[in-house]
């Protein structure tokens, strides 16, 4: 049983990372849940997606400090979600910093000790340049599935599985790009 | 075969099974995308109606016409439809409908949190609630033939975590129940005292009857394990309960209206302590004590928010919840870079506007920084609303006030205020920000964009015409974008004595995806004045030290930050 967090924020494309691994569970025949957000948050908002892959799974939602791994396509999110982790949990950290509004208004600061935070917090924390991985992609909107494949790295996942549910859920037209984007978040470090 | 389904399209999915051939909504969070996935099966007459009210309307004529019909709405939909919907439980139904309704615990994209449970016993017709997607498509088809048999609308209730999961299903075959004969009767199909008051008895006799068959329908299950703690619940919840208390016997009615008072007996009597949980309002609790049966249920459990696994746990063992830190900044939602109707807040913020808004992406307007937003109740009431004001505190203060509404929202209900408006004499004006989209829910066509939910161009409906041939004299339209044209209408229609309405157009940045070159800013030109942050675009941003910067990636070059720079230091051709 995997619990999985994806948190970011709205319009960064968490919705097309839990949709690869539902069909990573079809693959491979396991039961699973997903929990997506939809409306008013999409608009910049905090997001955040709740995936469990196993046996006869019940909630759809992962509770608060039972998740396995948060994968967090932004830091702040990362840092505001981090009590979902279990306590041997792990993390996946996109280094992207995007202001909320209270910051950009100077109502108040971005925090500059998140990297410090989260590993008071979780010693197992990955941190991966998602968006400069993408650049050299050649779109920076792959930085979703960058963020998937180095999810798909920490969880176990055989490669060729996640290439497979990636190829079930993206488009044919933009394959290549996202089959690169998968193996450069395989391969992070 | 087996597929994993979002529990709306899973919904959509009974719809087809179940033969259905008329479908009918207006978009709704966590609603839309049932038809927006019903639209895919070709079999199946799928449109976006103007309101929900319509919607119904619509889909009651086609199953008295014979034809199986769904009809799709969130909780605060309902109250729109509600009219129909009362009467329709006398009437009862030839081919079988549905009303699906998506309630919001939590309000994660609504502005209340009413529970729609109520409107069924209000009705008293039946209620079913799905717990997960393969439920949802099962309860569909269930209702479908529920619907028939007793002769009555049912109600299908989803949430929010029910809606957005998903979960595997087993797809079936579409069963192509064809079409019923049509026979005219008169005492069953309109309603005037005298049918009525038969039809009212046919009500009262179907509820009771219902509810004596509640106890042995399927749908409706216990399931014993240790009988120390005893669960009564329903839906996603069920799903919670189960994986909190592993060891807990558990009463999950599938149908949430009428109750199964046998089998809660029975169930009642054979546990030891005995527990409502159910999210909002106490709707099984208070039919369950006024049995006389002893349960505990809102004396712990909020009437407030969602529920969770973990917050089971802490309310029944007492385990704690984590807590998040809450001293981090916040992210509430924001208007897009590019967002057209970010430029026209800050004309109303600017001159200092009492505005009576609506529901919509501009809701948005009423956050930091622009702030430019005095009320929102439901969709439409921006235009009552603010004739109210202009009657309440005369001329000087209808100088000083504009109602702002959305392309979707004033077909959906807005043109009615401007009749009322202009009939009683009144002076508002009125703000229709025409995005060329529903944009709020998702991008979904409207009558005024011209195109239908299958993305067929149809008739345009033309909003000045419209509001022209309502008796409005004054009516204006400018480019959403153009700071100095929207300011300069704005100004010249708050002066006049006549209700009068400025069309702020342009189509919504995600729609028309076109990309422009972004801009930059020539920090040897800016004066650190922070004009530009003053609109609140997400793309633009301030170091400590006050630096500037335009973020290439995200804008999508507008230009109204442009129009906010006295020192030409924000210019084309920004990289990343
Ligand atoms: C009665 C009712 N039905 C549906 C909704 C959901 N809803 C919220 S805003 C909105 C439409 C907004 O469209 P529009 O007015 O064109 O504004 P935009 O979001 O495009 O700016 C809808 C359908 C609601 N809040 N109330």
Redesign the pocket.
């Known amino acids: 049983m995997a619990n999985i967090l994806i948190v970011g924020v709205g319009g960064q494309g968490t919705l097309l990372a839990s949709r690869v691994l539902g069909n990573y569970a079809v693959l491979t025949g396991q039961d699973c849940k997903l929990s997506e957000v939809h409306g008013m948050s999409q608009r910049g908002g905090s997001v955040v997606t709740h995936v469990r892959v196993g046996n006869n799974i019940l909630s759809p939602i992962v509770a608060v400090g039972d998740a396995d791994i948060i994968i967090a396509f932004e830091k702040l999110e990362a840092l505001r979600w981090r009590h979902y982790l279990k306590k041997d949990g792990m993390m996946v950290v996109n280094e992207q910093e995007i202001m909320p509004m209270p910051v950009i208004t100077g109502a108040m600061e971005y925090p500059n000790d998140i990297k410090q935070k989260l590993q008071e917090v979780c010693k197992n924390t990955l941190f991966i340049n998602a968006a400069e991985l993408a650049h050299e992609c050649g779109n920076v909107k792959v930085a979703n599935v960058i963020m998937l494949g180095a999810l798909a790295k920490n969880l176990g996942f055989k490669y060729e599985d996640i290439i497979e549910a990636v190829k079930m859920t993206v488009p044919a037209r933009f394959l290549d790009i996202n089959l690169m984007a998968i193996e450069k978040g395989f391969n992070a470090k | 075969m087996k597929k994993i389904l979002l529990g709306n399209e899973a919904i959509a999915r009974g719809a087809y099974e179940a033969g259905v051939k008329v479908s009918t909504a207006?978009?709704?969070?966590p609603s839309?995308e049932i038809t927006e996935a019903i639209a895919k099966y070709n079999e199946i007459y799928a449109e976006w109606s103007p309101?929900?009210k319509v919607a119904l309307e619509v889909a009651i004529g086609a199953s008295v016409a014979g034809a199986r019909s769904i009809v799709c709405?969130?909780h605060?939909?309902v109250?729109?439809a509600a009219d129909p919907l009362f009467t329709l439980a006398y009437t009862g139904v030839n081919g079988g409908l549905v009303l699906v309704v998506a309630d919001d615990p939590g309000m994660h994209?609504?502005?209340n949190e009413q529970d729609s449970r109520y409107y069924a016993i209000a009705n008293s017709i039946p209620m079913l609630e799905p717990s997960d997607s393969g439920e949802a498509k099962e309860f569909t088809k269930l209702a479908f033939e529920m619907s028939e048999k007793y002769d009555t609308p049912v109600m299908l209730r989803s949430t929010t975590r029910v809606s957005h999961s998903q979960s595997f299903v087993e797809l079936e075959e579409r069963n192509e129940v064809g079409v019923k004969p049509y026979i005219k009767d008169i005492t069953k199909y309109a309603m005037m005292p005298a049918m009525a008051v038969g039809r009212h008895k046919v009500v009262e006799e179907r509820i009771k009857k219902l509810a004596v068959d509640a106890n042995s329908m399927s749908i409706n299950k216990i399931t014993y394990k240790s009988t120390k703690i005893g669960i009564i619940c329903s839906g996603v919840v069920a799903k919670y309960a189960e994986e909190a208390l592993p060891d807990a016997s558990i009463l999950k009615f599938g149908m949430v209206n009428p109750l199964p008072m046998e089998m809660i007996k029975e169930f009642a009597g054979k546990v030891e302590k005995l527990y409502v949980i159910e999210e909002l309002e106490p709707i099984f609790e208070t039919q369950i004590k006024a049995q006389g049966i002893e349960c505990i249920g809102k004396e712990i459990f909020s009437i407030q928010g969602e529920f969770s696994v973990a917050l089971i746990k802490n309310k029944m063992l007492g385990e704690p919840i984590p807590v998040a830190d809450t001293t981090l900044p916040v992210r509430p939602p924001v208007m897009c870079p590019g967002?057209p109707?970010r430029s026209v807040f800050y004309v109303l913020k600017k001159l200092k506007l009492m505005v009576t808004a609506?529901?919509?992406?501009?809701?948005l307007g009423a956050g930091q920084p622009l702030n430019a937003v005095d009320t929102v109740v439901?969709?439409?009431a921006s235009i009552g609303m603010c004739h109210g004001v202009d009657k309440a505190l005369g001329r000087e203060q209808s100088k000083k006030t504009v109602a702002v509404?959305?392309?979707?929202?004033?077909?959906?209900?807005g043109i009615t205020g401007v009749v009322d408006a202009v009939y009683n004499q009144g002076s508002s004006t009125i703000i229709i920000?025409?995005?060329?989209?529903?944009?709020?829910?998702g991008?979904?066509p409207?009558p005024?964009t011209g195109r239908t939910i299958r993305d067929q161009v149809t008739h345009q409906l033309d909003l000045e015409k419209v509001v022209r041939a309502c008796g409005v004299n004054s009516v204006q339209t400018v480019d959403a974008y153009d700071m100095v044209a929207v300011e300069k209408a704005i100004k010249e229609e708050l002066e006049k004595d006549e209700v009068s309405v400025i069309i702020a157009r342009k189509p919504?940045v995600l729609l028309t995806k076109e990309i422009k070159t972004p801009y930059y800013i020539d920090n040897n030109k800016c004066k650190k004045c922070g004009m530009c942050m003053k609109i609140g675009c997400p793309a633009i941003m301030m170091t400590k030290d006050k630096v500037f910067s335009i973020k290439a990636d995200q804008c999508v070059g507008c230009g109204v930050c442009l129009q906010m720079c006295k020192f030409d230091a924000i210019k084309l051709g920004g990289k990343n």
Do not use: R, W
């Open positions: 207006y978009p709704g969070t839309t309101n929900e709405m969130k605060v939909g109250n729109v994209s609504s502005q967002c109707h609506d529901i919509g992406c501009y809701t439901c969709m439409g509404i959305g392309d979707s929202t004033f077909v959906h209900s920000l025409d995005n060329s989209t529903t944009g709020m829910t991008h979904q409207n005024a919504c």
